[in-house]
């Protein structure tokens, strides 16, 4: 895992970079923010789709919300980057659509744009 820090409006940020997926499961997720936290001290955190497990995009699994409720919990924003139109499911489109319009989970196409929605969050 790489773990590269920068300052944007205010807000320091963390870039997470990897070859591998990072986190699988819940217990992989707060690893990951543990990791995040502790090395780069900050709770705002832009990742590639790549670094998520394909069961996170399958919500019958319920794996996203698990995840996302311990980013709650612990107060982490995190912005997801990547192309999601190659999921077909009209409830994970729904879903990306509400976390888009909320204040702590991000899908976004591309790192610019999740950088300066995580530099806006008050």
């Known amino acids: 895992m790489n773990i590269k820090s920068i300052e944007a409006g205010g807000a320091n940020i963390a870039i997470v970079s990897s070859g591998e997926v990072l986190i699988e499961d819940v217990q992989s997720a707060l690893d990951f ?6 090395e780069a001290g ?5 990742i590639n789709k ?26 982490v924003k995190i912005a997801i980057v990547g192309d ?12 990306i659509y509400e976390c ?16 300066e929605k995580l530099s806006m969050l008050k």
């Open 100 to 115: 888009n319009n909320g204040t702590d989970f991000f899908f976004l196409p591309t790192e610019r744009q999740a950088i």
């Open 50 to 75: 790549s670094l998520l497990s394909e069961s996170f995009f399958d919500l019958k699994t319920r794996l996203a919300g698990d995840i996302l409720q311990k980013f709650t919990n612990y107060h």
């Open 33 to 38: 923010m543990a990791t995040v936290h502790y």
């Open 42 to 46: 900050t709770d705002r955190i832009v």
């Open 84 to 95: 999601f139109s190659m999921y077909s499911s009209k409830s994970l489109r729904d879903f």
